[in-house]
């Protein structure tokens, strides 16, 4: 017989996907790691399954302990896998803009979700930082992982996905380009990679337009997952030889055509990521072999970036026409 023993076993060893008709007509061969094959449906499963680990083995979380992390998307359901499975209890603190549906999400794998006011400041006790801090102080037994700030982060790439892409690839890599959010997946796989490679394979990030990785502030951009307005410790400014920005327009139509042309129905900041590995790949030669880390699937994203009024809302699409079409429900 051929099976898991858990779930949390199937973590990692995600496959790399040809892109076809979007890289049709570029010299490179280009690869996307699709990080959708991952039981919690996201890279992020990567990382929880290490911060866990590595607080177990200090002491940090200890048998029945809670797990407490201000997030409300992929990293809860990666930590929510990881916390079932070894008994602890998860609470996450969420701000009441995200959507009922991923609320909902974490709901489902025995997470209690604690939902905080948008509209107060940071400094205010309400707000979503103050509510997870007051959280840790008060449970017994509580455990921050803090994805921002914790080197198991760019450590669980370091050891899982830089190593799967070097073998996966025959060690034929040339370029990796990934979406930076805290950092981990750039820093901790740029890093692998360029040292197994004797420093030949080139990093690149892409950035959503407005993000300081990229020399912007922070300015709001709609693409989620990525971009900051401040400097996370798990992002190594070493890695990189170059950050792509993109705009939110070419992230979703890039995330629509990946559906559509490629059969990867993905998010946003997969579309953000692809768009720059193509605009790289255009000034590359036929030796080359660009990866792009795709983080996620696009199902989290079905009201958003493949909601026709929704990208309507935004510009990203001209008004509708008023006649009905094919498709309509009339
Ligand atoms: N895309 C999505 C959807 C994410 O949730 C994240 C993680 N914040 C990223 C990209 C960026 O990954 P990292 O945090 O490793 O930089």
Known sequence: MDYAEHVIDLVGNTPLVKLNSMAAGLRPTVLAKVEYFNPGGSVKDRIALRMVEAAERSGELRPGGTIVEPTSGNTGVGL?????RRGYKCVFVCPDKVSEDKRNVLKAYGAEVVVCPT???PEHPDSYYNVSDRLVREIEGAWKPNQYANPENPASHYHSTGPELWEQTGG???HFVAGVGTGGT?????RYLKEVSGGKVQVIGADPEGSVYSGGSGRPYLVEGVGEDFWPTTYDKEVADEIIAVSDRESFETTRRLAREEGLLVGGSCGMAAAAALRLAERLGPDDVVVVLLPDGGRGYLSKVFSDP?????GFLPPAHSGATIGDVL
């Open 80 to 84: 929510a896998l990881v916390a079932q």
């Open 119 to 121: 509209s107060v400041a």
């Open 172 to 174: 034929r890599i040339t």
């Open 186 to 190: 750039i820093s901790g796989t740029g």
């Open 310 to 314: 929704w990208m309507t809302q935004y």
